[in-house]
């Protein structure tokens, strides 16, 4: 089967790239695969992805530039790679915000995976939020009560767009309940998120030495901000906490160009708050094993959090803002943490010392983080998938003949065979 | 919670889940199937009549299952699913990648053991 797969991926920068790293890597394991084409977004100044070298045991893998965050034309030019590359089936990794932070390019954008299918390719959207459980003031799409009205409307609309893909993947049951409820639809599914590792070691719960990190990581500007940790920082330093680094791990929203930049400003008389920028990968397991504690700074959510599965999955203590569905969310995921409100510092403060001063419960909350995030691997999620894209292939009957005909061994010979 | 494995044919085997079907059933029930699989087994039925929780590594191994059984020209069928269990198929619509029959009588007339 050949997948292309329109995304974000590493070294591009746009939300849930770290998500579909490890999709892909998962993917191209699996036997039925023969191909894995990334449609996916161009990189800044015209820079080009690295292209995979053929690896033993691995499904090929091409990276095809396709569309660019805040374009109009991303449809039409995706439907063209779709055309070019002539896949089995196409998969969408998706979030209401994937194409864009106007509400043109990123409403146009979602039009895409319909369109895919009307031209008879099998399509599939791993949607990983929804908009009826966004707060989309607090998340910075919606600047007041009437724009947000407005915004719901729209979503409906696009939702029903997104609906007429062959199926629609969703990481968290209630939200699966939420659209057959709503759209009386029988074409979306739970597909769990899956752990990004399999098998990953027991981690160390002992900190380096050195100062403690209160570390965050992601995507800053929109719902995840920086200003209340800086605020809960002060107030843990004048309660006599003096042995304290804060990291911010990780780039502006693509909705928030410059964001981080003002929070540097705003804390340049904190020197022990520290920037990194862009984490790469090789990087990520440094950052999170330095960690005391890891901060979720969010006024909103959008649904189940990739940071937490990564903080788990590196035997993380972590503390959680108490809103929306976040808490039913990671709770039924089995994580636990320490809980803050988002609208009051003091709040996060006292849930990041709760923390600080138990090595006990901190690394209790490390061990139930790790055991979590070592559900159901990603790899076991993929064969569910699999699963789903033979059912949807059967649906489209001329490429479903087409795979027939070409469900030859030459197929399997596209893989680099592991030296004898 | 129990687990029961016996053959109705020399290629058809029939497991048998009782109580929770969870990450804590799963090892046991994967090395039997495991087991069955290196005897010749291709057919494989799961018996869920009383089974009243089943959670995604439990589907995890059913796909896991049905995936080796279609790789030795076999199927994975699933018999006696009760209302709960049947919710968790639909949620997550391996209804519709599974041939389910409504008790272990139909699954036996389907097979013709």
């Not at chain 1, 999709?23 to 992805?49: H, M, N, Q, S, W």
């Not at chain 1, 800086?230 to 791990?249: H, I, K, N, P, T």
Request: proline residues 6%.
């Amino acid at each position: 089967m050949h997948i292309a797969i329109v995304t974000t991926y590493p070294p591009g920068k746009g939300t849930l790239n770290e998500y579909a790293y490890h999709f892909v890597r998962a993917l191209r394991t699996k036997e039925e695969i023969t191909r894995v084409t990334l449609l996916v977004d161009d990189l800044p100044d015209g820079a080009a992805y690295p292209q995979p070298e053929a690896t033993a045991g691995l499904a090929p893998l091409d990276i095809v530039p396709s569309w660019r965050f805040d374009s109009a034309t991303n449809a039409w030019r995706i439907l063209r790679a779709v055309r070019s590359v002539d896949p089995d089936i196409v998969l969408y990794n998706l979030q209401f915000a994937s194409f864009g932070g106007t509400k043109a390019a990123a409403s146009l954008g979602l039009t895409t995976p319909w369109l895919t299918r009307l031209a008879d390719y099998p399509s599939m959207v791993l949607l990983h939020n929804i908009m009826e459980t966004v707060d989309l003031q607090n998340a910075g799409y919606a600047a007041n009560r009437a724009m947000e009205s407005a915004m719901r409307l729209a979503g409906t609309t696009v939702t029903r767009v997104l609906l007429n893909a062959d199926l629609v993947a969703l990481t968290i049951p209630k939200y699966v309940e939420i659209l057959h409820a709503k759209y009386n639809t029988k074409n979306v599914l739970l597909a769990p998120h899956g752990s990004f590792e399999d098998n990953a070691p027991m981690p160390n719960f002992e900190l380096p030495p050195g100062p403690r990190q209160v570390m965050t990581f992601g995507k800053f500007g929109t719902y995840k901000r920086v200003e209340m940790m800086l605020d809960a920082l002060r107030l843990l330093e004048s309660d006599g906490y003096d042995d304290l680094e804060m990291v911010v791990a990780g780039s502006d929203s693509p909705n928030a160009r410059g964001y981080l930049d003002q929070m540097k400003q705003a804390c340049a008389d904190l020197p022990n708050v520290h920037f990194t920028g862009y984490v790469s990968e090789e990087d990520v397991p440094r950052i999170f094993q330095a960690a005391t504690v890891v901060i979720f700074p969010y006024t909103s959510t959008t649904g189940s959090s990739g940071v937490l599965h990564q903080a788990g999955s590196y035997g993380r203590a972590v503390v959680l803002p108490k809103i929306g569905d976040f808490a039913e969310v990671i709770t039924e995921e089995g994580y636990d943490g320490e809980f803050f409100n988002p609208a009051d510092a003091r709040t996060l403060a006292d849930a990041i010392a709760r923390i600080l001063d138990s090595d006990e419960r901190r690394k209790e909350l490390g061990l139930r983080n790790y055991m979590a995030s070592q559900g159901l691997p990603i790899a076991d999620v993929l064969d569910w998938y699999l699963l789903h894209f033979e059912e949807i292939i059967a649906r489209h009957p001329k490429r479903a003949a087409r795979r027939r005909a070409l469900a030859t061994p030459s197929l399997a010979s596209e893989r680099v065979q592991p030296a004898p | 919670m129990s687990i029961t494995s016996s053959s109705l044919t020399p290629s058809t085997a029939v497991i048998t889940v009782s109580g929770r079907f969870d990450a804590h059933q799963v090892p046991k029930i994967q090395k039997d199937v495991d087991g069955m699989l290196a005897n010749g087994t291709t057919v494989v039925v799961f018996d869920l009549s009383d089974v009243n929780f089943v959670d995604s590594s439990a589907l995890a191994v059913m796909v896991r299952t049905m995936k080796h059984c279609r790789e030795r020209g076999g199927e994975l069928i699933l018999c006696g699913l009760r209302q709960p269990v049947r919710i968790i198929f639909e949620l997550t619509r391996m209804d519709k990648a599974f041939r389910i029959f409504d008790d272990m009588q139909q699954a036996r007339n389907a097979l013709g053991a």
